[in-house]
T-cell receptor, first 112, second 114 residues
Framework: AQSVTQLGSHVSVSEGALVLLRCNYSSSVPPYLFWYVQYPNQGLQLLLKYTSAATLVKGINGFEAEFKKSETSFHLTKPSAHMSDAAEYFCAVRDNNNDMRFGAGTRLTVKP | DSGVTQTPKHLITATGQRVTLRCSPRSGDLSVYWYQQSLDQGLQFLIQYYNGEERAKGNILERFSAQQFPDLHSELNLSSLELGDSALYFC?????????????FGPGTRLTVL
């Protein structure tokens, strides 16, 4: 069965600094991987997804993630944090069973 | 706005009761998914329907059931409610059933069981 581990339940960065949110997965088959963002009192919004094409995936709002099979990782990065990036971020994996397994989430705080 | 609507927005009920949560997918989407988000369990996939038929099942309790109607809206029925069922319930929809399809999430229904 597939699973996702997000390292760090809280990450705090200064505005303009690099954002790095970590995600490691386990899957018995080549996985499909996703990053979602959740703003307060809202549903989840897809940032980007990996579906076995290019290993470097670019998403919305300047985010990108790199699939590294050897490290079973799919870390999310953004070169320069903006105050509006403050939210909760979820990594998720979907295998052939079609169910989606989410990580515990990482709350990103951006300091002025 | 994702285009997915969920009603009601909030629901407060007592233990032992039964409630129904409703979801209308985006226009043109055939798949509907239900998720539960709680502080204890995080975000958990419950069940998926595609064009009226159950397609995948996750951690859905036997006290819970769902269906998708011919007009593609879906309902999640929760019965014999317990305090631990208090959570945010999300519905999502996608155009197809494959695992690469983007899922669009609704705003959620917050269920409080007293």
């Amino acid at each position: 069965a597939q699973s996702v581990t997000q390292l760090g339940s809280h990450v705090s960065v200064s505005e303009g600094a690099l954002v790095l949110l970590r995600c490691n997965y386990s899957s018995s088959v080549p996985p499909y991987l996703f990053w979602y963002v959740q703003y307060p009192n809202q549903g989840l919004q897809l940032l980007l997804k990996y579906t076995s094409a290019a290993t470097l995936v670019k998403g919305i709002n300047g985010f990108e993630a790199e699939f590294k099979k050897s490290e079973t990782s799919f870390h999310l990065t953004k070169p320069s944090a903006h105050m509006s990036d403050a939210a909760e971020y979820f990594c998720a994996v979907r295998d052939n069973n079609n169910d989606m397994r989410f990580g515990a989430g990482t709350r990103l705080t951006v300091k002025p | 706005d994702s285009g997915v609507t969920q009603t009601p927005k909030h629901l407060i009920t007592a233990t032992g009761q039964r409630v129904t949560l409703r979801c209308s997918p985006r226009s043109g989407d055939l798949s509907v998914y239900w998720y539960q988000q709680s502080l204890d369990q995080g975000l958990q996939f419950l069940i998926q329907y595609y064009n009226g038929e159950e397609r995948a099942k996750g951690n859905i309790l036997e006290r819970f059931s769902a269906q998708q109607f011919p007009d593609l809206h879906s309902e999640l029925n929760l019965s014999s409610l317990e305090l631990g069922d208090s959570a945010l319930y999300f519905c999502a929809s996608s155009v197809g059933a494959s695992r690469g399809n983007e899922q669009f999430f609704g705003p959620g229904t917050r269920l409080t069981v007293l």
